[in-house]
């Protein structure tokens, strides 16, 4: 007993870390809505700037340095320093980031705090680097800030500090309760999350109000993992920024909403980790668990939270949910595929060595982006495994050809089917939950699968996971052959296989499949009531996701002969998402773009060798996720608002096809709903709906309410009976969720007659 009492305690350094992001996470979700995966991220610059100053005085920028101090830095200014700085990251990552994309949807709130994950990431790779600092930055090790002191309760020896670091977590998680619930600017915070109109009218910004939030948040997070680091590990680049799964796991067991629960469960929820760990070394516990049982915590703790407290952890937005990024339905022309495939080939065999072995994992990688264009731009379901998936059948295949003797193809099709049965297991928080707690779900699962799979020895060796050379018929497709790194034969394999799947989902996403994917993600229950099975959709999308990231991941063992856990980390898995949503996520040129950019792929290859500019590749990947996210973002942003409001424009074609609606005009004496055309479409969904739409005089105000209402119903049914049995998807190149206008015109309308009343 005295034992677990010690490994108990001893995990409240872990804990207090968890407890404080995870309050920073709930906080900032009640102040805007947003769900920051970069909270971890922002602690660990403040690690890095604290460890740089108390070796030798160096204050680190994004772009520069200088000496702060002639020596070391003392202690506690460098403390106060380093969390600091991650105040100022978390103001301007509000300003520059989150607060353009207040009315953005889901999906871009989610890819622009992904993306400043890994720019904070690859900053600190970059700028704590030997030129920099002056110093060998692998010398750099956080030093203790907190009393070393121990003590002797029950038989189990106690740390001070992780006493300290626990009353200091519960003392900020106490603070941001209190100012959030009796203050009247924390009052005001909450509510500008619901009404920014009417919290200006009140006189407050929330602007500066959110800041407030995003700077406190910040800073405590940064104190806290910066007292914690000498307990919890040394400096690393990777490391801290993943300590906001757990975070996020305790944050959904507080529904997002208590500060005070989250503080309890992260607490909890790190001596349990450490009491596993102490499990692990006992006889009785099996050999296989012993790695990574920590990491796959907070996963079950997910799953658990969200299944249970799914439907009452709240949807927030402050300003509404804007339009999904527009979905171009492919066409399959024969000519230009046949020129593409030609051209392919032709390039493939006029290149050689490491630009061929480039171009054949541009393929790779564009099948595995093609999965995130289906999973995520087709059907609107976050996912953020997209690797683990790759990595899955990867492992898998090599148990299949070394161990098991399955001959090529069929090692390939079955490590896809292993890949999609993870997939589907993956893919069950879905029929529950979506957005970005669904992407919250996939991420704690890929660390749960990296830690406990690909990085267990018992399963995956550390001398890497062989696998055996592919052949047809007794005709070898190795890809080395001897000094040649990449044969012409494999590459043709390669290209094959892509080409054929390519070719597969692009008549997926013409046809009636297509369809009830972007019913689903348009709107779940008006595409339910158009007859669509949603359940068994989501799942069906995330079987053919993860079997097309499975065939990518085995194609990635045969290109490299043996696999390591590096290649499917699931920073890698950020990277191509990144990519993927640079190159447009609802489109299967976007994947082919993704591929040439992902990870060894033409363009890594081009930064390395022509421009010297490898180790800058995350940066990119990074700034592009974010500029598209921010700057160009699929469903519109600022800067096309700006030119489309300075630029000549024809008048706009009124919206015609089953499922548009036209708003009418809104004015001081009269409102007038535009027509709703359900045609046929809402007939077979077997929904009543008037094929127009009509709002009486501005005397009667409960009728315009009304109108306006069966309006925005009628409309949304037509719609997602239209994507469902074929509406505009057949007679289009492209599909967009129409009805969002007429339901979201409902209320306003409904509230301006009530003014007028």
């Known amino acids: 007993m005295s034992d677990i009492l010690q490994f108990a305690v001893l995990g409240f350094s872990t804990g207090a870390v968890y407890a404080v992001l995870g309050s920073s996470l709930v906080s900032i979700y009640v102040a805007t809505g947003i769900i920051n995966f970069a909270q971890g991220s922002l602690a660990l610059w403040g690690v890095w700037q604290t460890a740089a100053l108390q070796a030798n005085g160096t204050l680190v920028l994004p772009i ?66 030997a030129d920099t600092l002056g110093l060998d930055p692998t010398v750099l090790i956080p030093m203790p800030i907190l009393p070393s002191d121990t003590f002797t309760l029950a038989g189990a020896t106690i740390a001070v500090s992780n006493l300290i670091l626990a009353g200091i977590a519960i003392a900020i998680a106490a603070g941001m309760w209190a100012y959030l619930r009796f203050t009247k600017m924390g009052t005001a915070t909450r509510a500008g999350a619901e009404d920014e109109r009417a919290l200006r009218l009140l006189g407050y910004s929330p602007d500066r109000l959110a800041a407030l939030v995003w700077g406190a948040t910040g800073f405590v997070s940064g104190l806290i993992v910066v007292l914690a680091a000498p307990a919890i590990g040394g400096l690393d680049p990777t490391s801290y920024m993943f300590y906001v799964v757990p975070a996020l796991s305790v944050a959904l067991v507080g529904r997002l909403t ?76 024969p000519l230009p595929v046949a020129g593409a495939v030609a051209v392919a080939g032709l390039v493939i065999a006029l290149t050689s060595g490491t630009w061929r072995f480039s171009l054949v994992m541009s393929a790779i990688f564009t099948l595995i982006a093609v999965s995130v264009v289906l999973l995520t731009g087709y059907l609107g379901q976050i996912s953020l495994a997209t690797m683990a998936f790759a990595g899955a059948a990867g492992f898998a295949l090599s148990k299949l050809t070394t161990n098991a003797g399955v001959p090529f193809p069929f090692s390939l099709f079955l490590a896809a089917v292993v890949s999609t049965l993870l997939g589907v297991i993956v893919g069950v928080p879905a029929l529950r939950i979506r957005g970005a707690q669904l992407a919250v779900a996939t991420v704690a699962a890929a660390l749960a699968i990296e830690a406990f799979v690909f990085n267990n020895p018992s399963l995956t060796p550390y001398s890497g996971a062989l696998i055996k050379d592919p052949s047809l018929f007794g005709y070898s497709l190795a890809v080395r052959e001897g000094t040649n790194i990449i044969t012409l034969r494999f ?118 060798q022509s421009l010297d500019l490898s180790k800058y590749y995350t940066l990119i990947a990074a700034l592009g996720m974010l500029l598209r996210a921010v700057v160009f973002p699929p469903d519109g942003g600022p800067v096309q608002e700006w030119l489309a409001a300075r630029l000549p424009r024809r008048t706009p074609a009124l919206a015609t096809g089953a499922g548009s609606v036209t708003a009418g005009s809104v004015t001081a004496g009269s409102v007038t709903a535009g027509s709703v055309t359900a045609g046929t479409a809402a007939t077979s969904a077997g929904t009543a709906a008037a094929s127009t739409a009509t709002a009486p005089s501005a005397g009667t105000t409960d009728g315009v309410a009304a109108s306006a209402a069966s309006a925005a119903s009628a409309a949304s049914a037509a719609s997602a009976a239209s994507a469902a049995s074929g509406g505009p998807a057949d007679s289009e190149s492209s599909a967009d969720s129409d009805s969002v206008t007429a339901a979201d015109a409902a209320p306003s309308i409904a509230a301006r007659s009530a003014d007028a009343r």
Request: net charge positive; proline share 4%; glycine share 12%.
């Open 258 to 333: 208590s500060v005070g629960t989250v503080c309890a469960a992260g607490l909890a929820l790190g001596a349990l980790q450490q009491i596993l760990l102490f499990g692990t070394t006992k006889d009785w516990w099996p050999s296989w668990a012993q790695a990574g049982v920590g990491d796959a915590i907070p996963f079950v703790i997910v799953v658990v939270a969200l299944f249970a407290l799914g439907r009452s952890i709240p949807e927030r937005g402050s300003a509404g949910v804007g339009r999904l990024p527009r979905v171009s339905v492919p066409r399959l022309r």
């Open 64 to 129: 520069g340095s200088f000496k702060l101090t002639d020596g070391p830095t003392d202690t506690v200014p460098a403390l106060l320093i380093g969390a600091a700085s991650c105040l100022v990251w978390a103001v301007l990552a509000h300003f520059l980031v989150f607060r353009p994309l207040r009315r953005a949807p889901v999906l871009g709130q989610v890819v622009a705090s992904v993306g400043m994950m890994l720019l904070l990431q690859a900053l600190v790779t970059l700028r704590f680097d």
């Open 491 to 608: 590459s043709y394999l390669v290209l094959a296989v892509v080409v054929l799947l390519l070719i597969a989902v692009a008549r997926l996403f013409g046809g009636a499949t297509g369809r009830a994917f972007l019913a689903v993600r348009s709107n779940e229950r008006a595409a339910s009531s158009a007859g669509v099975d949603v359940a068994a959709t989501k799942l069906l999308g995330f079987a053919i996701a993860s079997f097309l990231a499975g065939i990518g991941g085995g194609l990635i063992g045969y290109s490299s002969g043996q696999l390591s856990a590096a290649s499917f980390t699931v920073l890698v898995g950020l990277t191509v998402l990144a990519m993927t949503y640079v190159g447009g996520i609802t489109t299967i040129t976007g994947a082919v773009i993704a591929g040439l950019a992902g990870p060894l792929g033409v363009l890594y290859l081009f930064l390395n």
